[in-house]
T-cell receptor, first 115, second 114 residues
């Protein structure tokens, strides 16, 4: 069965600093990978997704992620963090079962931004 | 275009009570999903639907029921509320069912069972 690990429960960065959130997955086939962001009291919003092709994926709000098959990783990065980026970030792997597409989520990383 | 909407936003239930969490999407998506999110955990799939009249169990279906009479609506019912069902519930929808398809999420319903 597929699984997703986000090793960092909580990260604090200063505004303007760079950010990297880690995500490792376990899946036997080609993974379809997603990063979602959840602001306080809100639902999940898709940041970016990887299906195939270029391993560096660009998303919204200046985020990018790099798929590294050899490391089973899909880390999320941003060169300069803004205070509004404070939120919880979820990595997920998508699996097509033949009847539906199911997402398996990691436990999330809470990002705090200091001014 | 409101996307995925959920009601209520917050509810307190007593043990043994029942309630229905409402979910509606206006994107004409065939596929809809219910997840629960427990503190410090990722989202877990409760039930999903691939179209009107067709539903199936997800990872954690016990204690819940769903129905899908229209494309737009996918209510989740708790028949006998238990403290273990205290959670935040998210509804989502997608246009298709391939792996690459993006799921769009509602704002969530926070449920407290006392």
């Amino acid at each position: 069965a597929q699984s997703v690990t986000q090793p960092d429960i909580h990260i604090t960065v200063s505004e303007g600093a760079s950010l990297e959130l880690r995500c490792n997955y376990s899946y036997g086939a080609t993974p379809y990978l997603f990063w979602y962001v959840q602001s306080p009291g809100q639902g999940l919003q898709l940041l970016l997704k990887y299906f195939s092709g270029d391993t560096l994926v660009q998303g919204i709000k200046g985020f990018e992620a790099e798929f590294k098959r050899s490391q089973s990783s899909f880390n999320l990065r941003k060169p300069s963090v803004h205070w509004s980026d404070a939120a919880e970030y979820f990595c997920a792997v998508g699996v097509y079962t033949g009847t539906a597409s199911k997402l398996t989520f990691g436990t999330g990383t809470r990002l705090q931004v200091t001014l | 275009n409101a996307g995925v909407t959920q009601t209520p936003k917050f509810r307190i239930l007593k043990i043994g009570q029942s309630m229905t969490l409402q979910c509606t999407q206006d994107m004409n998506h065939n596929y809809m999903y219910w997840y629960r999110q427990d503190p410090g955990m990722g989202l877990k799939l409760i039930y999903y639907s691939v179209g009107a009249g067709i539903t199936d169990k997800g990872e954690v279906p016990n204690g819940y029921n769903v129905s899908r009479s229209t494309t737009e609506d996918f209510p989740l019912r708790l028949e006998l509320a238990a403290p273990s069902q205290t959670s935040v519930y998210f509804c989502a929808s997608s246009y298709s069912i391939v792996d690459q398809e993006t799921q769009y999420f509602g704002p969530g319903t926070r449920l407290l069972v006392l």
